[in-house]
């Protein structure tokens, strides 16, 4: 064998290496040298066995490559002896039908040691590998594995940046809901283990560590009002699925967003001379974090103007965007002096000779020293013009609120008179650079001429306020998985809309067909309605004046001693009667059949029972709403609103109730939580949901018929602990079979559909006494 290339001290190695791989041997001279710095005699002994095994066992030059470079750095980290049990797990594999994962598995080994630093660690990460590995490798008669797994590939190559985000628990708790849910499923598990799925990100979310924005949302909404009057909807996104457009904060027409999650912010340690008596960097937590961000954008809100963009370069609008950060930043210290810690432990501090101006474009880290030297007047920098735009800086503040404009004027001069010749190179020194808690300045340009920033920003929001205006974005909800006694987070979509319009005579028709029901149901809502009124004094405006107030309130007038007071009507409501309720209507495909002995459909007869019960719960006073659903797999259960409870019972509700239709299936248990969303914000003492439906739960994506009535016994359950009462009036002969499961004792079966518009009214009078 040549060995050209091989120092005279490195032969013996390159020997028992016996690798006859070309790209090996350009490398190895250098990999040798590296590993014999680290390891000890016997782990470079064992280091050349397990290269020469990698390199033997069929699999081409990549493994042993990758194993040659990754390997030393990875045993200096976890010990040598943790190499032992990698060994272990790539002969797992090689045995397996997995062996095209061992490359994958080799590179990520190195990623995997930096976030788990200990041998104890990585032996559960194997662990997790190996079952991993197990559960997920197919074979045709359950003997031999004969199919490799097919999401291991793409596991490991997910995993360096799923361990940034989990601990080694929450990894192994979402490798488990994948493996579990679709390990039958190839193309799904892919889908799963490369993050592209929904429920693979709702996964993540839930095991992911730090502070959520979800969990701090109120706290943060009361930070707005309180400090900054400024109500606006927070928007979360994610950090975990964009590595190469890393995405900022930034607010637009439909709110602002902000990061889904925030780690607390620990400061890097810095060796600093005996000179420099500045305080030491602090930690900042992740709530904190998120103070810092919307105080940033609040104050952009309040004090910043839009400015025309064509009239500037890209390197001028960069430098008018960071001043006019630090603009705002300075402005919102001066009301809240207790900022300044968290911004100045949050803003970066580069180093002045950090970055290689001849070679590198130095344009983000001059600017950067500019915003630190700004915002710390401890700085230590000496670059000339840094000091001088800092004091012009603070010197033009101290005059006033100053503007965007004057931030405008002063980023074009820093940029001319800083300006070198390596700004354009292709090579722009990043590190230490990014304030992470800053906007995107969306909100700073207007565009005269149609380019590439104004598509970026505009058309995108556009977009938005389109689809806004179009429907509510779904509401997502979890699922009851009766299987596994778990909740599959975020599993089904809601979307929710305004159900369409029809013809409002056709429900006085059918009003006026039961004008005699009507009118026995009359004398018993008579009785049900509440006697007992309470008075209401101290109006302004009411249904007739409060005598007693009236006049005092002239008395003062007339005396002049004191300023009359103008609350001087009353008003009356009853008491004794405190109910919600929520109709809540099945829309599936199989209202369209007709009724047993009857020429109507049940879609037909539910809206006259609907009709007829509206009028009755009106007539009682009752705040009710109505509302129709139907599915079509997990990922569209629609759900119509027919009546809200601030709607009265007019030609406006008729004629939605009028349009019902029907179709799809019936996905109940995610209907019911969104009723409940809107029925648990009532105030009454009493809340009830009426379920009307013919049939038991079901949905064309789910196969288990078990699965969804599981969910709903299980959405029962949850409506109950929220002081819901739910109740079904169901219209399927056969529902004893499975209706008691979901719904315990509280149902009533109508075996005879034609008598629903009678039956229907009459249970909810008997429920409501």
């Known amino acids: 064998m040549e060995t050209l290339n091989i120092p005279p001290e490195l032969e013996r190695y390159w020997k028992d290496l016996d690798c006859g791989f070309k790209p090996v041997e350009p490398v190895f001279a250098e990999c ?5 710095a680290v390891l000890s005699p016997q782990g470079v002994e064992e280091y050349i066995s397990n290269a020469r095994f990698l390199g033997k066992m069929g699999r081409g030059a990549e493994p042993i490559l990758v194993f040659l470079e ?12 943790a190499m032992h049990a990698i060994m272990a797990c790539v002969k797992v594999l090689w045995k397996s ?6 490359t994958p598995f080799l590179q990520s080994m190195h990623a995997v040691a930096e976030r788990l630093r200990t041998a104890e660690q990585m032996q559960h990460y194997l662990d997790l590998v190996l079952d991993f590995t197990e559960r997920t490798t197919g074979s045709v008669h359950g003997i031999h594995k004969t199919f490799p797994s097919p999401g291991l590939p793409d596991f490991f190559n997910q995993v360096p940046r799923l361990l940034s985000l989990l601990t080694i628990q929450g990894l192994r708790n979402w490798v488990e809901y994948g493996v579990r849910y679709y390990n039958n499923h190839p193309e799904r598990q892919i889908d799963y283990f490369t993050l592209q799925s929904a429920d ?15 969990d701090n949302e109120r706290k943060l909404d009361m930070y707005m009002r309180g400090l900054w009057r400024d109500p606006e909807q927070l928007i979360p996104y994610s950090l975990a699925y964009d590595e190469l457009r890393k995405p900022q904060p930034y607010f637009d027409k439909l709110g602002i967003r902000l990061p889904d999650a925030y780690d607390d912010f620990v400061p890097a340690v810095t060796v600093r001379s005996a000179r420099d008596q500045r305080p030491a960097a602090v930690s900042v937590s992740g709530l904190n974090r998120y103070r810092a961000c919307l105080a940033h954008i609040a104050a952009h809100r309040r004090w910043s103007k839009a400015v025309i963009a064509d009239n500037f370069s890209p390197f001028q609008r960069i430098a008018i965007e960071l001043l006019e950060d630090s603009r705002v930043e300075y402005l919102a210290m001066r009301e809240y002096p207790g900022l300044r810690p968290i911004f100045m432990a949050l803003h970066p501090e580069p180093e002045e000779d950090a970055c290689d101006t001849e070679h590198e474009s130095s344009i983000r880290h001059r600017l950067a020293m500019l915003s630190r030297a700004i915002l710390d007047a401890q700085h230590s920098y000496q670059h000339p013009y840094i000091v001088e735009y800092a004091n012009r800086f603070h010197e033009l503040m101290r005059s006033g609120d100053a503007s965007t404009a004057e931030m405008a004027d002063m ?60 429907g509510l974005p779904p509401r997502l909800y979890p699922e ?35 004008a005699a029901l009507a009118k026995r149901l009359k004398k018993l809502l008579d009785l049900l309605k509440p006697q007992d009124k309470v008075r209401i004094r101290y109006q302004e405006e009411g249904s007739e004046l409060d005598l007693d107030v009236a006049l005092r309130s002239l008395i003062d007038y007339k005396s002049g001693s004191s300023s009359p007071d103008p609350r001087i009507n009353m008003s009356h409501r009853n008491d004794g009667r405190s109910i919600a309720v929520m109709l809540l209507v099945d829309l599936s495909e199989s209202l369209n059949q007709k009724a047993a002995g009857c020429d109507q459909t049940i879609l037909q007869l539910s809206q006259e029972a609907l009709s007829i019960l509206s009028w009755a719960i009106e007539k009682l006073g009752d705040p009710f709403a109505i509302a129709g659903f139907h599915s079509n797999t997990r990922h569209d259960v629609r759900y119509l609103h027919i ?47 009426l379920v009307l439906t013919d049939g038991e739960p079901a949905d064309v994506d789910s196969h288990d018929e078990r699965m969804l009535i599981e969910d709903a016994r299980m959405a029962v359950k949850e409506l109950d602990q929220q002081g819901i009462f739910s109740y079904c009036i169901n219209l399927d002969p056969k529902a004893d079979e499975y209706v008691a499961d979901i ?3 509280q149902y009533t079966i109508i075996d005879n559909v034609a008598q629903l518009p009678e039956k229907l009214p009459q249970l909810f009078i008997s429920l409501t006494k």
């Open 200 to 214: 693979s990100r709702a996964v993540l979310q839930r095991e992911r560590q730090g502070t959520l924005l979800v």
């Open 643 to 689: 009546k809200g409870y601030s709607e009265h019972w007019g030609d406006e509700v008729k004629s939605r109730l009028a349009a019902m239709e029907a179709g799809y299936s019936t996905r109940m248990g995610a209907a019911m939580r969104h009723a409940a969303h809107y029925l648990e914000r009532q105030t009454a003492d009493k809340k009830l949901l």
């Open 411 to 470: 980023g074009v001069s820093f940029i001319a008179k800083t300006r070198l010749k390596s700004d354009q190179s292709a090579k722009i020194h990043f590190k230490n650079t990014e304030v992470d808690y800053r906007d995107d300045n969306r909100h700073l340009w207007q565009f005269i001429e149609q380019g590439d920033e104004e598509e970026t920003f505009a058309d995108q929001n556009n977009a938005q306020v389109e689809e806004a205006i179009e």
């Open 70 to 81: 990754v390997a030393p750095n990875t045993a200096k980290i976890l010990g040598e002896e």
């Open 97 to 102: 039908p997995n062996g095209k994962a061992i």
């Open 32 to 36: 040798m040298r590296e590993a014999m």
């Open 743 to 745: 719904f315990g004792k």
């Open 480 to 514: 009851w998985d009766y299987s596994n006694s778990t909740y599959r987070p975020d599993w089904v979509s809601v979307y929710e809309r305004i159900h369409p319009h029809g013809n409002p005579a056709d429900i006085d028709a059918l009003l006026n067909k039961h």
